[in-house]
Nanobody, 129 residues
Framework: QVQLVESGGGLVQAGGSLRLSCAVS????????MGWFRQAPGKEREFVAV????????YYAGSVKGRFTISRDNAKNTVYLQMNSLKPEDTAVYYC??????????????????????WGQGTLVTVSS
């Protein structure tokens, strides 16, 4: 079974930066698209960014495009989310997850994450104004 361990969250002022990491085990990491998602207090979990299995394609939610960058290191079985120009509305628990099928570009994960059953504990990002 896949295991996901997110880290790197914290408290930051608006305009600041954070880099989140997600270590993945129990799956051939390099063969799967990966994504980041977030859940703000009182709201449903939402898509943030995905990266294809090869790392060549990335897709972002409109609210973070131009500020966040997703990347992956297949040698370390880790996916990253670099977050710049943070805003108070970015405050949420951030989660990563893997696609359910091999060798995809991640676009299906942008909506199919709602049906994934295994999640990590997430990492809390708090942006103060």
């Amino acid at each position: 079974q896949v295991q996901l361990v997110e880290s790197g969250g914290g408290l930051v002022q608006a305009g600041g930066s954070l880099r989140l990491s997600c270590a993945v085990s129990g799956r051939t990491f390099s063969s799967y698209a990966m994504g980041w998602f977030r859940q703000a207090p009182g709201k449903e979990r939402e898509f943030v960014a995905v990266i294809s299995w090869s790392g060549r394609a990335t897709y972002y939610a409109g609210s973070v495009k131009g500020r966040f960058t997703i990347s992956r290191d297949n040698a370390k079985n880790t996916v990253y989310l670099q977050m710049n120009s943070l805003k108070p509305e970015d405050t949420a628990v951030y989660y990563c997850n893997t696609d359910s099928a091999l060798y995809r570009d991640g676009r299906s994960l942008m909506t199919a994450y709602r049906y994934l059953e295994v999640w990590g504990q997430g990492t809390l990002v708090t942006v103060s104004s």
